[in-house]
């Protein structure tokens, strides 16, 4: 198989243990390859009895700007350079510092982070009609451009720098939409994933559907993604537990029915929430059984596909919680139901790092939960029901900056009380034995 990661992906586990002994890794040292802070934290904007959980976060092509959706009906737009450089340039404004406490399996550590409850580095907000379920800026003009699906069925393109729509389809019957992309080789192709069981790809440039992926069970489809290095595949993953993956060039016209899928990925025991391509021949999903997996599609379609790793840590049983993938880094994203967000390495199926939201922020108390707990120990299933009981929320989008470095990373993390965090990594020098 080709692509970055090629000598590791295909190897068993006992496989990549031989390998990274021979180079001086062991279970420690992986879990201290990376040391991941938070860097700011923003609090919710929305009034105290109104819903604020933000589904859905992306980056523009560029990477200079961050846009924000969920149940608020709102876009928010930062500039990104700004917000995480506003605790150096503006030290005598309104914010404020917080000494908290990190949280973590590991250890805690006291450190100050810059904390905003109301933020001074919102660009601008468009206000949307409906609640906000994914967000995707245009590949071409990702300096103002970016679409939206939302509760009502409906994909929308909004033109930033007006704060108004300029292009609408509502081709799902008013049933949700939950996802949409863009194809980065055919860049008038959009793609929307809805509860009605499909997904939809139309052309902007001729406004109007070209294609319908139908789920094979007819069950609502939660994620389409287009991959980027083939621009001819689709995947989806849909709550019949299936993820598939499509090539269009198999459709002939939107009303032949929806063809075989090239590749049916069957190991999850609840709905798929999400479905990631991963370099040039890999898929990544989650769904609400709690894992993780990675599948390599590059063999032959007639072969049964397993997939080549699993990844458990978080909980995840309900909500969408969110995936992300940073292709440079080959590490993974996800937020949990006990609030708390997960980084893994595609190598290693346990968590390479978690961070416990500051409940001081987003509802709750720690301290208390802590005492609560009488300081054992518990099974991640355990700390959840606490925390449910004590209203924490749950982590509910992440979102990878790709403009990071080999030696650098950048997440940006949200929950649902609308509390964003960014984080930052910095690679460690690992010793080598030679």
Request: proline share 3%; net charge negative.
């Amino acid at each position: 198989m080709g692509g970055k990661g090629e000598n590791s992906v295909g190897l068993s586990d006992a496989e990549i243990s031989e390998t990274h002994s021979e180079y001086g890794f062991n279970a420690e040292m992986k879990r201290s390859e990376w040391d991941l802070k938070v860097h700011t934290v923003v609090g919710s904007q929305c009034r105290e009895n109104k819903s604020d959980c933000i589904g859905a976060i992306a980056f523009n092509p560029t990477n200079k700007w961050l846009a924000t959706g969920g149940l608020a009906r709102k876009i928010r737009l930062y500039n990104f350079d700004s917000l995480i450089h506003f605790l150096e340039e503006e030290e005598n404004d309104v914010r404020n510092y917080q000494t908290v406490k990190k949280g973590g399996r590991s250890h805690d550590e006291e450190r100050k982070i810059g904390c905003f409850n109301q933020n001074p580095c919102t660009e601008s907000v468009i206000c949307t009609p409906a609640k906000l379920s994914s967000l995707k800026w245009d590949p071409v003009h990702g300096e103002i451009i970016i679409a939206s699906g939302d509760y009502d069925g409906v994909v929308t393109e909004w033109d930033t720098e007006k704060a108004l729509a300029i292009y609408e389809r509502d081709e799902h019957g008013g049933r949700k939409v939950w996802s949409v992309d863009y194809s980065l080789l055919y860049h008038s192709l959009c793609a929307s994933a809805s509860d009605d069981g499909t997904v939809q790809i139309w052309d902007k440039n001729c406004n109007q559907t070209v294609m319908v992926l139908s789920a094979p069970s007819g069950k609502p489809v939660c994620c389409a993604e287009f991959s980027p290095s083939n621009g001819n595949l689709v995947a989806m993953a849909c709550s019949d537990h299936g993820i598939y993956v499509y090539d269009t060039r198999r459709v002939s016209s939107p009303s032949s029915s929806s063809p075989s899928a090239l590749f049916v990925l069957h190991d999850h025991s609840k709905p798929a929430s999400y479905v990631r391509f991963f370099r040039e021949n890999m898929v990544v999903s989650a769904a609400i059984d709690g894992s993780i997996k990675l599948w390599d599609i590059s063999h032959s379609m007639a072969e049964a596909v397993l997939p080549v790793r699993s990844y458990r840590g978080h909980c995840n049983k309900k909500n969408f919680v969110g995936l992300s993938i940073w292709e440079e880094g080959g590490l993974f994203a996800c937020g949990s139901e006990s609030n708390e967000v997960f980084a893994y390495d595609y190598r290693w199926g346990s968590p390479l790092w978690t961070h416990e939201f500051d409940s001081n922020n987003g509802g709750g108390n720690v301290g208390t939960l802590s005492e609560d707990l009488g300081g054992d120990l518990l099974l991640l299933e355990g700390r959840e029901r606490v925390r449910k009981r004590m209203g924490l929320g749950f982590v509910s989008s992440v979102c990878w900056r790709q403009k990071s470095s080999e030696c650098e990373c950048t997440l940006v993390t949200a929950n649902s009380y609308g509390m964003l965090q960014v984080i930052i990594g910095n690679r460690r020098s690992i010793p080598v034995n030679v």
